[in-house]
């Protein structure tokens, strides 16, 4: 092979790689450093045996359960496993995105099930942890109700914590790439499709996206302005062209805050997990959820609703 050829074959590799990356404004850089490169790896295998991001999706929940059964155990060796366990689940949550942009196997049932793979992982972390400070620690053998109460609480915010910063996410893809570059919903259409479903004949099809559109309406629910903002534009260019000028504008306000929406996603929820067991107090995870992912929730909704309603505020006033 030639000079040419080679640096030809280089760059079409590249660019094959970059066409898997959502955007450069939404990655996180531990993804861009570690984890897109692996799970790039992995899709190109998948794609020459056939393999579906769907089900390479199902085989990180395996893994993610995997890991968290590991971490029940008050075994550094075993529980350095689970650590790996994870770190494999997550690459392979990277994969399947990867693989659905490189093969165009886009579908919502492939997002839907993406979203309840981080829940399953996590589900039985929290499991994991309760059944582990029972055992090992005289406090929680005192008050064994006490460790549950508080899982549960940080499941349920970081069940919203998730939500939003997807959500954060998507809405900052729709200016950045178009309708077609975000995977934005609208609970009205998605109630509009559950409609057009029967229980008799499409069940699990209807009881999908019956969850679906409840998770996604409850995303709308905290984001008022944010939605204001929707029915403005929608009002004022019904046709979808939104001028560059508002787009480029929104990506200028918007940009900043995507940090927030990366340390409440995967990485950093693991950086802090691993630590905490490393130092044999796995309930530390709870304390940084329930405090500072929190804390950074609040910031973040409460700077993207100001945005909003200043963008709003604008159309309004013609300014675009």
Known sequence: MTKTETQHTSSSTKTSYRDTLKSADTEEHIDLAFYRPIGYMWACLARRLGVTPN????????????????????????????????????????????????????????????????????ATIYVAICLR???????????????????????LC????????????QFHLYFLKGEEGSELENSSKLEARLS??????NFWQKLV?????????????MTPAMQRLRFALHTHYPDGKIPRTFRDNFR?????????????????????????????????????????LNGLLIYMVVRHERICRKLTQALDNDEF
């Not at 400070?133 to 499941?155: D, K, Q, R």
């Not at 057009?196 to 004949?201: D, M, R, V």
């Not at 990485?267 to 630590?275: A, D, G, P």
Request: proline share 2%; aromatic share 18%.
């Open 55 to 122: 089900a390479i999706t199902i085989a990180s929940i395996f893994l993610g359960i995997g890991a968290g059964v590991a971490f029940y155990f008050n075994d550094m060796w075993i529980n350095v496993l689970g650590m790996v366990l994870l770190v494999w689940a997550n690459s392979f949550d990277s994969a399947d995105g990867q693989l659905a942009r490189m093969t165009h196997q886009y579908s919502r049932i492939g997002r839907i099930l993406d979203g309840m793979a981080g829940d399953l992982w996590f």
């Open 133 to 155: 400070e029972n055992v090992t620690s005289a406090f929680f053998m005192e008050h064994p109700w006490l460790i549950w109460v508080i899982a549960v609480v940080t499941g």
């Open 158 to 169: 970081h069940a919203k914590q998730a939500a939003m910063a997807d959500y954060y996410r």
């Open 196 to 201: 057009a479903l029967t229980w008799k004949h």
């Open 209 to 221: 996206l019956t969850f679906y559109t409840a998770y996604t309406v409850n995303q709308e629910k």
């Open 252 to 292: 200028r306000l918007s940009l900043p805050l995507m940090k927030y929406t990366n340390i409440l996603s995967f990485n950093w929820r693991c950086i802090v997990l691993f630590l905490a067991i490393f130092a044999k107090m796995p309930w530390l995870y709870f304390a940084f959820e329930l405090i500072v």
